[in-house]
């Protein structure tokens, strides 16, 4: 079956240094979705990519979605504090049922 | 707009008992989805329901049920729990399959 698969699983890093977390689908998504969850918290959507090749900048965020529409990334420029949390990708399978990565929990130290 | 509701936000079950949890979405949303949370499996799609009807359901088992009414409220209901149904359970509302929003959850503990 389909699966979506995150990398790494956690990652700290020290306040002000980029970050990064990648999405790796077994199969062709019509489209990605991102999601970050605080501490504590519930997912809250980030973005959607949906053509290949696509790139989107939300400040210091920038998403990428693969030529093959089969991996994602997320890229987080000189992270702070505030950037704390999980981040998910999520790909459809068939109308709103969505297959979550595992998730990559990022720390930051200060 | 106020934002999807959960009811209650925490609930302490025992083996063997049965629980109904409840989400109300945003108000024009029609599309209200179920999720389990644990730190182990992860986000996992339990079902969706649209219009009242279930269009997508998840590999749960049977003892994992839901509905929608009218109004779109949604509820799902667990029975004869388990100890690995502890989790938080996220319901998500949508619009036009674009996002999803999420509610705060309910942390369901079954001892």
């Known amino acids: 079956g389909q699966q979506v698969m995150q990398i790494p699983q956690y990652q700290h890093v020290q306040e002000g240094e980029d970050f990064t977390t990648y999405c790796n689908s077994s199969?062709?998504?019509?489209?990605i979705q991102w999601y970050k969850q605080r501490p504590g918290g519930h997912p809250v959507f980030l973005i959607q990519l949906v053509k290949s090749g696509e790139v989107k900048k939300q400040k210091r965020l920038t998403f990428q979605f693969g030529e093959a529409k089969k991996n994602s990334s997320l890229h987080i420029t000189a992270t702070q504090t505030t950037d704390v949390g999980t981040y998910f990708c999520?790909?459809?399978?068939?109308?709103?049922?969505?297959?979550f990565g595992t998730g990559t929990s990022l720390t930051v130290i200060p | 707009k106020a934002g999807v509701t959960q009811t209650p936000r925490y609930l302490i079950k025992t083996r063997g008992q049965q629980v109904t949890l409840s989400c109300s979405p945003i108000s024009g949303h029609r599309s209200v989805s179920w999720y389990q949370q644990t730190p182990g499996q992860g986000l996992q799609f339990l079902f969706e329901?649209?219009?009242?009807?279930?269009?997508n359901k998840g590999n749960f088992p049977g003892r994992f049920s839901g509905r929608q009414f009218s109004n779109s409220r949604s509820e799902m209901n667990v029975s004869t729990l388990e100890l690995g149904d502890s989790a938080l359970y996220l319901c998500?509302?949508?619009?036009?399959?674009?996002?999803?929003?999420f509610g705060p959850g309910t942390r369901l503990t079954v001892t």
């Open positions: 329901y649209f219009s009242e009807t279930q269009r």
């Open positions: 998500a509302s949508n619009y036009n399959s674009y996002e999803q929003y």
């Open positions: 199969t062709t998504l019509s489209n």
């Open positions: 999520a790909g459809p399978k068939t109308g709103n049922q969505f297959y």
